[in-house]
């Protein structure tokens, strides 16, 4: 049968709107799903309202950032963590798998990729977490997993800014017995750097320990569990490089040679961890730690992107991927430390941040950097050593700030892991070291809380720190840079400024108990009377 004239323009009406419908869906998906780049470059407007956190953890204290940023992650960690990430107050995620550039304008943000890999960009809600969440779902590899929980539960104690490069057992020996001494609570001890004969060559310095295996069996009757410092680089004139340059381990040059690099202690070679035939050298000797001489764990220090930079290995990765390879490392040691890592969200490693000054602007870094570093999926984290950890700062009878020192382990006690190096009780008069020790009790009165707050971490994958941006969107808070929550109920405000005899706190919705025993209810503004003990923290009750 024939169609007729009206029966044909139905179908084609049927057809546009079918047409019309898909589209409209696809738009829709396409919105959901969000966007790659082309070519390795995307560009999003960057609106007045929206604050944004890259992922560089060094960068912390300039976030969140409208405008007049710049960053390069190739080859590059900052000395820190960092993350091919950008997060945004209103939901906007840019990711990419390889390392990036970033530069935020007025206008723009504009992120380009390393050898044009895909850059994603995602609009999930409207705020902080949402964005966090969006990235931890799909970035993240969060495995339920905790590095060793006694880095959390008491403070650690590292031995580098008493001793230095003079690592000794009797030296070590007396630090441990003057942390038990003045009625310090024994955690996780660190000997860094110089204990060992060499770099790469992994065993006890026998000029400097007479019986190592003593010095652990005495520590660890003390309560404490032991950590070596660890770094991948080989010194060329040993035995051990002439075994690893034989069997093609070392990082090359062009020409074929192991490649020396400079690094903070002279020139070395470097291990190429793209090899497995070099991680099971590596592997091999830490192992061997452990069982001859029970060490419990190690503190994995350089790794830098950097000095992978035009080099030669086994694979041809990038220099950052080097990086993530030395990270890998510690997943296999529960009892871990890392300073420099890329692309490791979510994993169960203790992440310190990098070495801070002994002076106030230094100390004033901690909160905002410990916070990128939570919303950058690097939980488990520790805010360097109480006092500053650069030795710089320490050398020549440099003067010491006895305040300084209080308020940075004020600052330390409710963040999830606190650290001493310098130690308090040849420092400080006696009125200062009752207030450090009042700073641990406090971190003691809340570590159940703390504890649960690091569980749920692992599972949910969620920052344990947090801003009060992330845990009270648009309440105004996005450049408050001075005061943290830990979880949603406790939030802590510390003493940042020398002198400081009256804080202001910002309290948020809710009725909060205080330090003083006082209540507050917000969101409102108050100040309150700070004395050189007083740490205002403050627990939310309804």
């Not at 019309?20 to 999003?44: D, E, K, M, P, Y």
């Not at 939570?374 to 520790?382: A, K, R, T």
């Not at 009270?472 to 408050?480: A, K, L, T």
């Amino acid at each position: 049968m024939m169609n007729t004239l009206s029966d044909i323009d139905r179908s084609q009406r049927i057809r546009i709107a079918h047409g019309i419908l898909l589209f409209s869906f696809l738009i829709i998906f396409l919105q959901a799903a969000g966007s790659l780049s082309a070519n390795g470059v995307l560009t999003v407007k960057n609106m007045p309202s929206v604050f944004w956190y890259s992922g560089v953890i060094e960068h912390g204290h300039l976030m969140p950032v409208k405008s007049n940023y710049e960053a390069d992650l190739f080859a590059n960690n900052y000395g820190n963590q960092i993350q091919p990430l950008l997060l945004s107050n209103q939901g906007d995620v840019i990711w990419c798998e390889a390392p990036i550039s970033i530069n935020i304008s007025d206008t723009e943000v504009t992120v380009k990729s390393h050898n044009q890999e895909p850059v994603e960009y995602n609009k999930n809600g409207n705020t902080l977490a949402e964005a966090f969440e969006f990235a931890a779902a799909n970035y993240f590899s969060c495995s339920g997993a905790l590095p060793d929980k006694e880095l959390f539960l008491n403070p650690q104690y590292n031995t580098w800014i008493e001793l230095m490069y003079d690592q000794n057992q009797a030296d070590i020996l007396e630090y441990a017995n003057g942390i038990i001494n003045n009625h310090f609570p024994p955690g996780v001890f660190m000997i860094d750097d110089n204990w060992q004969e060499d770099y790469g060559k992994l065993d006890f310095h026998p000029g400097r320990f007479s019986d190592p295996q003593k010095m652990v069996e005495d520590l660890h009757d003390m309560g404490f569990k032991v950590m070596l410092w660890i770094c991948p680089f080989i010194s060329p004139d040993n035995v051990e490089y002439r075994e690893l340059e034989s069997k093609g381990l070392l990082i090359k040059e062009e020409s074929g040679m192991p490649k020396m690099i400079r690094w903070w202690n002279g020139v070395s070679a470097l291990l190429d961890l793209s090899n497995p035939e070099a991680v099971d050298w590596f592997k091999a000797q830490l192992n061997y730690l452990q069982s001859h001489y029970k060490i419990d764990g190690f503190k994995f220090d350089a790794g830098d992107a950097h000095f992978y930079r035009d080099s030669v290995s086994h694979k041809n990765i990038s220099p950052n991927e080097h990086s993530e390879l030395f990270a890998k490392i510690g997943l296999d040691y529960p009892l871990n430390e890392y300073r420099a890592n890329w692309k490791m969200g979510g994993e169960p490693l203790a992440n310190r941040l990098r070495d801070k000054n002994h002076n106030w602007p230094d100390l004033q870094m901690l909160v905002p950097n410990m916070i990128v570093e939570g919303l950058m999926g690097y939980f488990y984290s520790c805010p360097d050593m109480i006092g500053g950890g650069e030795f710089l700062s320490f050398l020549n009878d440099a003067e010491i700030d006895q305040e300084l020192i209080v308020r940075s382990a004020q600052c330390h006690a409710l963040m999830p892991m606190m650290q001493f190096s310098v130690a308090p009780w040849r420092i400080l008069d006696a009125t200062h070291l009752d207030a450090v020790k009042k700073a641990i009790q406090i971190r003691d009165d809340h570590i159940d809380y703390i504890m649960r707050t690091v569980e749920e971490s692992a599972v949910k994958c969620t920052p344990i720190l947090r801003s009060m941006d992330y845990s009270f969107p648009n309440s105004g808070y996005e450049q408050v840079k001075n005061q943290f929550l830990i979880g949603d109920s406790l939030l802590v405000a510390p003493v940042l400024d020398r002198g400081c005899s009256v804080k202001k706190v910002l309290i948020p919705k809710g009725v909060w108990k205080g330090f003083d025993g006082k209540s507050y209810s917000g969101p409102k503004s108050y100040e309150v009377i700070v004395g050189i003990s007083d740490l205002p923290f403050f627990e939310k009750i309804k």
